[in-house]
């Protein structure tokens, strides 16, 4: 099938021109004005941007977490053998192309470092490690830097959630101790220093080690300072920060009625002043991406779990599907960033930091014809009545705002489960080169 994308406002990380998309098939055939091409079919897009496909690099679909599963799975929202069944999770539901990383929890005597050496081959080309959730999936240092030490070797990027779970777990065992089982516990129990230290300590490591470092879901200045300075010298060292960091801050966890569980995730939202601290460095490039670490459960029977302990409560919220919304809004119209910043964080930065780019993250020819076309007008109002996520919350409920993609018909989603595909991403530094065009125009 062929379609001509017309009169758009076309915009990528650099660009910023009025233009015609012509697609054939799955790849952009070709770019130009007032292209004169036959197309099964023709979308007006005067008036409107025409976006990259966003990339969320961090995300939880169907995983398991605290005696319970996220809610969202493929369709809606450790070694080889890992990989497999995780494959087979997706198997069928993909509505999009998707990736995965390898969560390394542990490296047994025997086989493991090299079956992570092995992944970059397969297109598995990032490694994440947890430094927080102590008895669980935290790893100690040695495992930290020995999957560095082969990520250097292997052309891997290495993603690390920095907190200092040893410090964390003495904190919650002593405020449990003591009778405190509220949500806002769990920020009390995480203060952003035990971010900031995990964020240096794993910078040095990965210094030491050779290894690009890539920092998921930083939260607070504590966590910015040491990547700015990192980023400074010219080091390897990249961050991302999520949508919720900018919007909700510690007073959420406070809301009566245990309604505060809604906003218990990691690290847990910040003291307010932390959310200019996060648009400056994401406007400066400190912080190179913009994610969701979407992990959503519901609220009634899966949050309520730990109605009588803050350390039962499910870790993570939903997000997915209003990122692009929420930063057109407050990051664009408020003036805090441009239209192209704004691709380069949600689109063009996450491609090319995973192996995805150019074949992801930008509107170019031989391109995937991944488009958002994207009404700047268009007026909503987000609610959970009106999102796709099957949780029954959103962290954003009753925000109004201006622009929104345009084509979704009905609002409801058209692609048939399992046209999406696993997606094979190059080695970190390296692109990954869009197949050839077939138009012959």
């Not at 245990?258 to 400190?286: C, H, I, M, S």
Request: charged letters at 25%; proline letters at 5%; one cysteine or more.
């Amino acid at each position: 099938m062929s379609v001509l994308i017309k009169s758009g406002r076309i915009l990528t990380a650099a660009d910023d021109y009025v233009g015609d998309v012509f697609v054939e098939g799955e790849r952009i055939s070709l770019i130009g004005e007032s292209l004169d091409v036959q197309a099964d079919k023709v979308i007006d897009a005067a008036g409107k941007y025409v976006l990259p496909g966003c990339v969320d690099p961090h995300t939880h679909l169907d995983m398991p977490f605290g005696g319970t599963v996220t809610i969202d799975d493929v369709e809606s929202g450790q070694t080889a053998e890992a990989l497999e069944d995780w494959r087979a999770k997706a198997n069928g539901k993909q509505v999009i192309d998707m990736g995965y990383h390898m969560a390394v929890t542990d490296l047994r005597e025997g086989g493991t470092l090299e079956e992570l050496a092995s992944l970059p081959d397969q297109g598995i080309t990032s490694y994440k490690l947890f430094m927080a959730y102590k008895g669980a999936l935290m790893v100690d240092d040695e495992t930290l830097f020995k999957t560095m030490e082969v990520a250097a070797d292997t052309g891997a990027l290495v993603m690390v959630h920095a907190e200092n779970g040893d410090a964390i777990d003495v904190l919650v065992k002593k405020a449990l101790a003591e009778g405190h089982t509220e949500p806002h516990w769990h920020a009390l129990t995480r203060p952003p220093e035990t971010e900031g230290e995990a964020t240096n300590r794993a910078i040095q490591l990965a210094r030491v080690a050779g290894s690009p470092l890539y920092v998921v879901h930083v939260s607070c200045r504590e966590s910015v300072e040491p990547i700015a300075l990192a980023r400074e010298k010219g080091w390897d060292v990249w961050g991302e920060t999520c949508t919720q960091y900018f919007f909700v801050d510690y007073t959420f966890l406070e809301r009566p009625n245990f309604e505060g569980a809604k906003y218990v995730y990691t690290p847990p939202p910040r003291a307010k002043e932390n959310q200019d601290v996060l648009w400056n460095a994401v406007r400066t490039d400190t912080l190179s991406v913009i994610s969701t670490d979407h992990c959503a459960f519901r609220w009634d029977g899966q949050k309520t779990m730990g109605r009588d302990d803050f350390s039962k409560i499910p870790n993570g919220g939903p997000g997915l599907e209003n990122r692009l919304q929420m930063i057109h809004e407050f990051g664009v119209r408020a003036g805090r960033i441009s239209l192209n910043r704004m691709v380069e964080l949600l689109c063009t930065n996450p491609a090319k930091l995973f192996g995805l780019y150019p074949r992801k993250g930008t509107i170019a020819v031989g391109s995937d014809a991944d488009i958002v076309v994207f009404d700047p007008e268009k007026t909503l109002t987000i609610t959970a009545a009106g999102q796709h996520s099957k949780t029954d919350y959103n962290l954003y409920e009753g925000t109004r705002v201006t622009g929104s993609p345009e084509l979704v018909e009905g609002d409801e989603l058209v692609a048939e489960p399992g046209i999406g595909r696993f997606v094979a991403r190059a080695k970190f530094g390296q692109e990954l080169k869009p197949e050839r065009a077939t138009a012959a125009v």
